[in-house]
């Protein structure tokens, strides 16, 4: 059984910063990557950020520059650090991991198999 776990929302002002991490956990054979994708009330859920074990990375236009990815020291741990926050930002934000091989720059919700809960993050202006 594997289990993803996410940490770090929260409410930040417009301008601030947070930090969200990730661990996967339980039977796993091998994660080939792992993600962040968020949904607004009312919207489709969207993909934030992702990286591949080999460091490879995606952002979404509306995060290029202010978002960054990576990987923890831990394994299975990706962390996304957000800078410059926008009331838009606000979504409740999700981990996902993929087990199945996939392409970084085509990458969708679709390449991902484990999910997390997701945890909130709200922007205020």
């Known amino acids: 059984q594997v289990h993803v776990a996410e940490s770090g929302g929260g409410l930040v002002q417009a301008g601030g910063s947070l930090t969200l991490s990730c661990t996967a956990s339980g039977s796993i054979l091998t994660i080939l990557g792992m993600g962040w994708f968020r949904q607004a009330p009312g919207k489709q859920r969207e993909l934030v950020a992702v990286i591949s074990r080999g460091d490879n990375t995606k952002y979404a236009d509306s995060v290029k520059g202010r978002f960054t990815i990576s990987r923890g020291n831990a394994e299975n741990t990706v962390h996304l650090q957000m800078h410059s926050l926008k009331p838009e930002d606000t979504a409740d934000y999700f981990c996902?991991?993929?087990?199945?091989?996939?392409?970084?720059?085509?990458?969708?919700?679709?390449?991902?198999?484990?999910w997390g809960q997701g945890t909130q993050v709200t922007v205020s202006s």
């Open positions: 996902a991991a993929a087990v199945r091989p996939f392409l970084v720059l085509s990458a969708t919700h679709e390449d991902f198999e484990l």
